[in-house]
Every structure is written in C-alpha cells, then in structure tokens.
C-alpha cells in the first residue's frame, strides 16, 4: 500500500471515530436550542427525575446494595448517558434488567467484585461502540431476548415477596440468591407473615394499577409511595406493627462520596469477567432496545455505536462514584418523550434533580415503606415479562419454542449468565440446521422441467439452449460449513465429465472459508477430469470472499461471468460454437459486483473493495459525504 493510501485510509477512519464519538447532545446543540426548548426539556426532566426517585432506590436495595447506590447511578450515569449518548431522549440509570446479575455478584464477591465488574463492562461497552457493534447486538434472537426477559421479571418479584409480606429471617439466616433457595426460606418463614405490611403492598399496588386512568401527567408509583409514607407514618405502624421502611435497614446520604478507584485486583477482575460480559451485554441490549423504542414515538434515529460508547463511559464513572451497573431505561424514557423533551438536555435535568432531593429530602426517603417499593416492583417486573410476546412465541417453530422455554428456564434456576450462553448457542446452532436443510445443488437440463424455474423468470435456463458437453448446476442458498456436505454429496452424484461445468451462484448470498474450499476442491477435480469450471451470477459477497482467497485468479477472472448467458457464451467460445445473442438479464454482472463503476467510486476501486467487507461497501455507498467526495474526486481527475 502506497503511502497516500494509508494516509487516505487513515484519515477516513479517523473521521469515521469523530462521527461515532460525537454525542447526540452536541449534534443538537449545535443545529440550534430555543427557550422554548429548554423550557420543554425541563419540564420533562423535572417529571422523569421525581419518577426515578422510588425506582433507583427500589432497584438498588432488590440488588442487594444500598438505597444510596441506586441514587448514586441515577445521578452519575443518567448525566453522562444523556451527555454522552447517541439518543436523542434517552434517560439511563439502574434498571430491573440487572437486578439478578448484580444481587449474584453482590452475594459472591461484594461490592468491589460489582464495582470492578462494572467498570470492565464499561470498558467493554466502549470498544463495542468503537468496533461497531451496535447492529450486531441487535442480531441476538427474539426467543433468547424473550426468554431472560421474562425470567428476569420472575426474579424480580420473587425477591420482592419477603418485602411485600414482611416476612422475618431466622437470626444468621441469609437470603440466597437462587431462585429455588428463596422460595424454600419463604415457605419456612410464612408464619412471620406481617399483615400490616401486606395491606401497605396492596395499597401501593392498587395505586400504581389504577391512577394511570386517573391522570398520566404525574407518575402512579410516585402517588403510591407518598400515600403509603404517609399513611405509615402518621398511624405509627412502623413503631407499633414492625412495618420495614428503608430505613430500619439503610441510611440515605445528602451528598454525593467524592470520586475513588475500586479496590480492583487481577484476581477478582478473572473472577468477575464472565459477569461484566454479561452486563455489557445486558446493557447493550437494553439500551439499544430503548433508543429504538424512542425512535418510533419521535420518528427519530438513534445512532447505535454513539450510544454504546456513552453507555460505556456512565458505566466506567458509575463505580467510581460508588454506584451500580446502568443503562437506557424505556419506561423512563417514553415517560420523558411523552412529557414533551426535546433534547439530551431533559435526561441532564432528570440528574441534576434527583441530586437536588437527595440533598434536600434525602432523610425524608428513610419513612418510605419497604412493602410499597415492593409493590413497585411488582408493577415493573409484570410490565416486562412481555408475557404476551412469551404467549405468541409459543405458536412459533419448535426450534424457537425450545430456545424460549430453556431460556427462561435458565434464568430462573440457574443463572442469566448461564441463560444468554445457552440460549443463543442453542438458537445459533438451531439456526445453522434451517439454513442447512433450505439449501439445495440442482443439475439443471437443457429442456426446462416443470417446477425447475418459473417460466416469467428472464434469467430461466428454459429459455437458452445449453450445448451439448455443458453441464448447468445451480446452487440455492448460503455456501457454509453447515451446508457443505449437501453440497458435496449431490456434486459428487455428478457421473458423467463435461466439457464444461457451470455452477450458477445467482441465489448464493454468502460464502464463508468452508464454501470457498468446496469451490478450490471443485476446481481441482474439474481440472484433473479436463473439465473447465464456469461460475455465474456471483454475488458481492462471495466475489469478494473469491478475490480475498485468490480463487478468482486460479479460476481466471475470464471465467466468472455475469449471468447464464455470458457463461453459455464463454462455453460456446471454448468449445468453438457461435456465440448466441444474449437474452436481457437482470442479475448484476460481477464486473459491478467486483468494480462497482459507479459515480461515487473511482475507477480503480477493484483493490479497495477486495478489501473491504460487504458491510463497509454498502455503508459506504449509502453515506452522502462519501458520495460527494468520490464525485468530486472524479471530476478533478477527468
């Protein structure tokens, strides 16, 4: 590579990491803010804030920390996600998603193994939105999402059942983290029911259900925790009937800690690896899922890479503040949509006043009952269960029921970690069989037989006249490891040796290092049987994958062709027959597969795009400024 190259190629990419690190804040900022719009942002920011306030304290203490440390996200990561992100209307702070993940770590390794956990997968968020993960994270399959989705909801509530019922532990008796250890020390402990503390839950419970069709302006379990205060406080029920309030166990700040390091060590960043994949993974999802949430009631388009960086460093700065794992919360942003916001700016207010309660009402937080953030809780893990998504999955193929099913299953008994592992490997490997058993090598015959093509079709093999020596295969389908022995086996039925043996790769999407071996070994066969091998209507992925393995040039670039007419051709030529007008074809030729001659690329693009993935030629051919700059390029030269 010439040194004006790597300076080209370097400069592209280094714009390429301005865009993706430039934060959606900026990007709004900068094409203008009105009064009126700070005006709108806090507004929403005020109401989103008062929102969170019972929310990160709830998620917190369900985490096994304490109610501080969900203050503490809230503020911290909920500021730079919304600084940061690449959402417009985003709000970040602790989320439900992490309860079990986080209460395992806590339970194991304490609160340095979930700090340093949740620093790595901050560092780990970070490199994803550099290495554009965003649209893979999106590629994790529907039953998988589902299934942990709804297991975590299950989770949630179960942990929340000795809140609700005011149930007392034995003196030395811990509450375990497995599902099946909660519900064996509930039905032991139910004769330490509280029945004061059951009619605060359903209180709460009723009001978090039923004040939504009141009035949606301000939020139900905001009501449901001031009413069960109040109530609890003014009949003494803490004092005389034992009713748990946050602050029989924990102590709210007025401050926020100053910033320190975790203690972090090798040993426990080995030992919490596996988990802080987990939450980077988790996170990603979640967040990811929330922008495009938001995207649909705002008719606006997040940018996926840009929010995984932002996700990443809330993340990073969270523990540092002495905080919890964070990310994108969707009940909090479409709150924050629906209240009017109109820039990162309301997720910033949403920060500044959960810090200004904290410092102000912080005590006053101490008198909320635990029965009624239980009953919270109740609500939030029945609004993310998705149980009706859970129900429609079930009339899904086997394959996805069975993904599902072990999924949840997983997540409940077991572990999410353990759960997402499983879940996709299994969807994967379900996956890889369907893709398997669609794909198909046909010989095709010189009179069309019915059923072969349809007769519309002006690529149809019925229509031309195949010489006599030329064999026609057409290939259906992705050429990859799993597939490759179909392919092999009905190659290998071939009995007779042609001249000529053209494979058509028209309905070849993608090759992978398997396929691209089929077609070296297929080459070497027809080579030691005198056959020459055509191949036709290649697509761009496998002519890029050919050309990157150097099978094109084995095969010789004269022997790709376009479509079945241009390969008819080339074997009338070598078997020394006239050429026959060709019949219009609709398939793109690969010398526009291979060359892309098109305005925005330069002529002498056959080198780059060898280079380049499918994925990179697309985006760049969509991008706008690379178009412009291409075209200009192109008429300075000529």
């Excluded at 203490?61 to 919304?82: H, N, Q, R």
């Excluded at 997402?420 to 009179?447: K, N, P, T, W, Y």
């Excluded at 091998?533 to 062709?561: F, H, M, W």
Aim: proline share 5%; aromatic share 8%; glycine share 8%.
């Amino acid at each position: 590579m010439s040194e004006n190259s790597f300076l080209h190629s370097f400069k592209n990419w280094m714009k390429d990491v301005s865009t993706q690190c430039t934060p959606e804040s900026f990007r709004c900022l900068k094409k203008g803010y009105s009064k009126e719009n700070f005006i709108n942002d806090l507004m929403s920011g005020l109401i989103v804030g008062i929102l969170a306030l019972p929310l990160a304290i709830a998620f917190a203490i369900a985490s096994g920390v304490g109610p501080e440390k969900g203050l503490y996200t809230a503020i911290v990561a909920g500021f730079l996600i919304a600084v940061f992100g690449g959402s417009r209307f985003q709000i970040g702070g602790p989320t439900g998603a992490f309860i079990v993940i986080v209460y395992g770590i806590v339970a194991e390794y304490g609160y340095d193994g979930l700090a340093t956990a949740t620093l790595m997968a901050g560092i780990m968020l970070i490199i994803f939105g550099l290495a554009k993960f965003g649209a893979i994270i999106k590629f994790i399959p529907f039953p998988v999402t589902v299934g942990f989705t709804a297991g975590i909801a299950i989770i949630i509530a179960l942990g929340q059942v000795p809140n609700f019922f005011g149930f007392t532990f034995p003196e030395g008796i811990k509450e375990p983290a497995d599902a099946i250890g909660k519900i064996k020390l509930y039905f032991q402990s139910f004769d330490t029911i509280n029945f004061y503390s059951v009619l605060i839950g359903i209180l709460a419970l009723v009001i978090c259900i039923f004040w939504p069709k009141i009035t949606s302006k301000v939020p139900g379990s905001l009501v449901a925790i001031i009413v069960s205060t109040v109530l609890v406080k003014v009949l003494g029920w803490d004092e005389l009937h034992g009713v748990m309030t946050i602050g029989s166990k924990n102590e709210i700040p007025t401050g926020i800690p100053m910033p320190a390091l975790p203690n972090i060590s090798i040993d426990m960043m080995q030992k919490v690896f596996q988990p802080a994949l987990t939450i980077a993974i988790l996170g990603a999802i979640e967040s990811l899922l929330s922008a495009v949430v938001a995207d649909g009631m705002t008719g606006t388009k997040h940018r996926s890479n840009t929010e995984l960086i932002g996700q990443g460093i809330a993340n990073v700065f969270s523990p540092i503040f002495g905080g919890i794992p964070a990310t994108g919360a969707i009940a909090r942003t479409a709150t924050n949509i629906r209240n009017g916001a109109f820039s990162p700016v309301s997720g910033v207010v949403h920060a500044v006043i959960l810090l200004l309660i904290m410092l102000i009402f912080g005590k006053y937080a101490e008198m909320i009952p635990m029965a009624a953030l239980a009953a919270v809780l109740f609500q939030v893990a029945f609004n993310m269960c998705g149980y009706r998504n859970f129900i429609k999955l079930f009339k899904s193929p086997k394959s996805d029921v069975a993904v599902l099913l072990v999924t949840f299953i997983l997540t409940v008994v077991i572990d999410l970690t353990v759960a997402i592992e499983v879940g996709v490997l299994l969807a994967a490997i379900l996956f890889i069989r369907r893709m398997a058993e669609v794909a198909e090598v046909d010989q095709i015959s010189a009179e069309l037989r019915e059923g072969d093509e349809e007769v519309s079709d002006p690529n149809n093999i019925g229509a031309r006249q195949v010489p006599e020596g030329v064999l026609v295969y057409e290939i259906v389908g992705s050429m990859f490891f799993g597939a490759i022995e179909k392919f092999k086996t009905a190659l290998d039925m071939m009995n007779s040796h042609p001249k000529i043996l053209i494979l058509r790769m028209r309905q070849v999407p993608s090759i992978d290092a398997a396929g691209i071996q089929m077609i070296e070994n297929l080459l070497s066969r027809c080579r030691a049987q005198n056959t020459q091998l055509l191949l036709s209507g290649v697509r761009a992925q496998p002519i890029v994958a050919l050309t990157r393995a150097g099978v094109l040039k084995d095969l010789g670039e004269e022997n790709a062709l376009a479509g079945i007419d241009a390969a008819l051709n080339r074997a009338r030529e070598l078997l020394g027959l006239p050429i026959v007008e060709s019949v219009r074809e609709t398939v793109p030729s690969v010398s526009w597969e291979k060359n892309l001659q098109r305005p925005w690329l330069p002529q002498n693009a056959n080198v780059n795009v060898a280079e380049e993935t499918p994925e990179v030629i697309v985006e760049k051919i969509s991008d706008p400024e690379f178009v412009k700059e291409f075209e200009a390029s192109r008429q300075k030269e000529s």
